[in-house]
C-alpha cells in the first residue's frame, strides 16, 4: 500500500497543513490549509492556549477536506537557533553480507552516540556519503556486500525549550509528531533535483518576521543565518506612511500593491480609511513604491548575509515564502541578485502557493530519510480509509469528491 503523510508548518502568522498520497513515486496532495496563527511570534510559542486552538482549527479545516481524522505529522520548526556540525560513524557488516538500511541506521548512530546534547535537541541527521571497504563517495549503500561501512554526517541541532513549546501545542492539539525538520529543510526539499544536488547555493525564505538564509552543499545544509526583518515590516511601512491599520495594510500588500513600483498602473485606485476615519484614495504606484522600498532592503541584506556565511560560488538562490508570491517580485529579485536567482515554483498541484513550501518539503524530506534506510511508514490506519469508503453515505457533505476518488482508486488498484 502506498502512504499518506501529512507536513505541518507553525509560522507567526499561519498554520500550514499539507495532507500527500505518496502513489508511483509521486506526491499527490489530498488537502491543504492555511489559517491565521494565535499565539505564535517570531516562531516561538508565547501563548500555548492560544497556539493550541490555532492548531485545532487547522486540523478542523483540513479533517473537513478529507474526511477522517489526522493524528501524526511532521512538523517544520524555524532554524532561529540551529546548530550544525559534522561527525563520522562506522559499522560492520557481518559476513560479508548484503548492506541493508538497518546498517545505514547503525552507522549513522554510531556517528552521534559520542555527542552531547545537554541543552539542546538532534533535529536532522543527514548522511554527505559513505564508504564500503574502502569505496568512497556511495550516496546509496543498500544491496552492497562489503565488511566495514563508514559515513561522514551532517547533523543539526536546536534548543530545547522552544521545540518542546512546539511539540506540547501539538500534543494538546491531539497530534503525535513523528519526525521534525527545519522549515528550511522543508524549502529545499521542495525544489530539490539530481542538478541542485550537485551545486553550492542558498534559499532565502522571507517569513512574517525573520527573514532565514540558509547555504546547501550538494544537497546539505551546513550554514543559516537570520534577519529580523520580514514581510510584517511592509506591513508596518504601509501602515505608518498612510495612517491606516495593519489588516487594512496587509490586505493591500497582498492583493493591490506589485513589487516594482514601476510597472503599477497610477489609474487603478483603492479607498481606505484611514486611523483617523477619514477616506482617502491610494494609486497603485504610491503603494508600491513603499512596498518595492521594503522589499529591496530585505533581498540586498539576505544577499550580504551569503557573502558573511560563505565565500564559495553560489550557484542558486531560490527565493520562497508568502511574500514573494508578490506580482512582479521576480523582476526585483533580478535587479538586486541577477540571473542566478530565482523565485521558488512549486510544481505540485494543489500547494502552488509559496507558503506551503516547508510544509510541503518536510513530507519528502521524510519519505527520502525512510528510503535511505529502507523503510516504509503510513501516516493513517489503512482500516481508517477503508471504513471511510465503505461509509461514504453517511460521511459529512463537506468531504472533497475529488479527495474521495483518489483514495477510493488508492485502495482499488492495491
Known amino acids: ?39 505564535i511570534k517570531e516562531g516561538a510559542i508565547i501563548d500555548t492556549k492560544m497556539a493550541t486552538a490555532s492548531v485545532k482549527d487547522a486540523m478542523k479545516t483540513i479533517e473537513e477536506m478529507l474526511g477522517f481524522k489526522i493524528k501524526k505529522v511532521i512538523v517544520a520548526i524555524p532554524p532561529t537557533n540551529c546548530n550544525i556540525d559534522i561527525a563520522h560513524g562506522s559499522c560492520d557488516i557481518s559476513d560479508y553480507n548484503e548492506i541493508t538500511g538497518n546498517d545505514i541506521s547503525n552507522a549513522i548512530m554510531d556517528a552521534l552516540k559520542e555527542k552531547e546534547f545537554k541543552d539542546e535537541e538532534l533535529v536532522t541527521s543527514i548522511p554527505i556519503n559513505f564508504t564500503v571497504d574502502g569505496k568512497e563517495a556511495i550516496k546509496d549503500p543498500k544491496k552492497m556486500h562489503g565488511s566495514k561501512m563508514e559515513t561522514k554526517v551532517v547533523f543539526s541541532t536546536t534548543e530545547k525549550e522552544p521545540l518542546y513549546r512546539i511539540l506540547e501545542v501539538l500534543k494538546l492539539s491531539g497530534l503525535e509528531a513523528v519526525d521534525i525538520a527545519y522549515t528550511s529543510t522543508g524549502n529545499y ?21 525573520k527573514t532565514n538564509i540558509a547555504i546547501y552543499n550538494k544537497g546539505i545544509q551546513i550554514k543559516n543565518s537570520n534577519i529580523p526583518i520580514g514581510s510584517k515590516n511592509v506591513d508596518k511601512d504601509i501602515s505608518y506612511i498612510f495612517k491606516i491599520d495593519l489588516k487594512e495594510s496587509k490586505k ?8 516594482v513600483s514601476k510597472n503599477a498602473d497610477n489609474t487603478d485606485i483603492v479607498e481606505v480609511t484611514t486611523t483617523e476615519n477619514e477616506k482617502k484614495e491610494l494609486t497603485q504606484v504610491e503603494v508600491s513604491k513603499v512596498v518595492e522600498a ?32 508578490i506580482a512582479s517580485f521576480q523582476s526585483i529579485v533580478d535587479d538586486v541578485f541577477g540571473f542566478v536567482a530565482k523565485v521558488c515554483n ?41 471504513d471511510l469508503i465503505e461509509h461514504q453515505e453517511s460521511a459529512p457533505t ?13 485502495f482499488f488498484d492495491n
Not at 314 to 323: C, K, M, N
Request: proline share 0%; aromatic share 6%; glycine share 6%.
Open 252 to 259: 493591500l500588500k497582498e492583493n493591490f500593491a506589485i513589487a
Open 294 to 325: 521594503r522589499l529591496r532592503e530585505i533581498l540586498k541584506l539576505a544577499k550580504n548575509e551569503i557573502k558573511n556565511l560563505t565565500n564559495r560560488e553560489i550557484r542558486y538562490i531560490i527565493i520562497t515564502g508568502g511574500l514573494s508570491e
Open 346 to 386: 512549486i510544481a505540485t498541484v494543489g500547494v502552488r502557493h509559496n507558503e506551503y513550501s516547508s510544509s510541503l518539503g518536510v513530507i519528502k524530506y521524510f519519505v527520502d530519510k525512510l528510503s535511505l534506510r529502507g523503510k516504509v511508514y503510513n501516516m493513517v490506519e489503512e482500516d481508517e480509509i477503508k
Open 189 to 209: 526539499y521542495t525544489v530539490k533535483n539530481k542538478k541542485l544536488d550537485e551545486l553550492v547555493g542558498a534559499i532565502i525564505d522571507i517569513g512574517e518576521t
Open 1 to 39: 500500500m502506498d502512504s499518506i503523510y501529512t507536513g505541518i508548518d507553525l509560522g507567526s502568522n499561519s498554520i500550514k497543513v499539507v495532507v500527500c498520497e505518496k502513489k508511483n513515486n509521486k506526491f499527490n496532495v489530498l488537502a491543504a490549509t492555511s489559517t491565521k496563527t494565535k499565539g
Open 398 to 410: 463537506e468531504i472533497n469528491e475529488n479527495i474521495m476518488s483518489k483514495l477510493a482508486q488508492h
